[in-house]
């Protein structure tokens, strides 16, 4: 499975982003999805993620409420859509997908098989 993350730029802070992942390969609606993200010095981290079915996703606390993870098994992407970006927000994202992955493992790396390459997100103040 080849993931390819897109969508980062340089935004204001207040203002909107939507990154894109595109699984191809391998790939499967079987598949859980998630983003993570790395901010400079600092150890990567989970953001969202979204079961196979699209019906349960999870956030971290430092996103909920302002970014949306959704997918499109037809077109085997998954989206971050992110609002009210803050400067903490910067960062390189990415995308993962986990082969069976239990929920209590969705918010761990270990939980993931495949990484895309990242995308940055720079959020000025």
């Known amino acids: 499975v080849q993931l390819q993350a897109s969508g980062g730029g340089l935004v204001q802070a207040g203002g909107s982003l939507r990154l894109s992942c595109a699984a191809s390969?391998?790939?499967?609606?079987?598949?859980?999805m998630g983003w993570f993200r790395q901010a400079p010095g600092k150890e990567r981290e989970f953001v969202a993620a979204?079961?196979?079915?699209?019906?349960?996703?999870l956030y971290a606390d430092s996103v909920k409420g302002r970014f949306t993870i959704s997918r499109d098994n037809s077109k085997n992407t998954v989206y971050l859509q992110m609002n009210s970006l803050k400067p903490e927000d910067t960062a390189v994202y990415y995308c993962?997908?986990?082969?069976?992955?239990?929920?209590?493992?969705?918010?761990?790396?270990?939980?993931?098989?495949?990484w895309g390459q990242g995308t940055l997100v720079t959020v000025s103040s």
């Open positions: 993962a997908v986990g082969v069976g992955t239990i929920l209590s493992m969705m918010r761990l790396q270990q939980g993931y098989d495949y």
């Open positions: 979204i079961r196979r079915s699209g019906g349960s996703t």
């Open positions: 390969g391998r790939t499967s609606s079987s598949y859980n």
